[in-house]
């Protein structure tokens, strides 16, 4: 399976869609790790350190998409296509995210897409989600949101189109 493999700098990984209510069922106990609760947590923004290929894959987003750049982590440099109304993330193989790495849950979050606003909701994850450092369960993500997920420290951008639109409902 290609899903194991290191992605290319600039390499933009789609999910495969696999995730939602199929397969919900868990066989054996979950191994995920506990982060001790001072073991870097802290929240320092990376800012705005994006290099060409990153601000030209996020000029390239149509209306309706977002991007998520893993900024630190095991596979620091991935970038993933938020463009499906339902992304799951997680360590099960199936997951629209695949995240393998012990501090993240099977089934950690999932990130849900309405009209062209994005959501992140933790799925009960033993670790925690969080965004802009703070721990959440259910959060909004704003264009430059810092998701962490287990090790993971992931960048959040919408496409361009959207930010010229107004905000409303």
Known sequence: MEDNRRPEPD???RGSGLGG???HSERGTDTTQTFGHDSDLSFVPFGSDLNTAELEAIEAL???AALLLVR???TAGARYLLDTDVTTVGRHPEADIFFDDVTVSRRHAEITRSGAA?????QRSL????VDGERVDRAPLNNGSELR??????N???SPADLAQPAGG
């Open 118 to 122: 994005f959501e992140l909701v933790d």
């Open 11 to 13: 390499e933009i990984r």
């Open 127 to 130: 670790n925690g989600t969080y």
């Open 149 to 154: 997920i287990g090790k993971f420290r992931l």
């Open 21 to 23: 209510a199929a397969g």
């Open 72 to 74: 630190s982590g095991p």
């Open 156 to 158: 959040f951008f919408v």
């Open 62 to 64: 149509p209306s309706g």
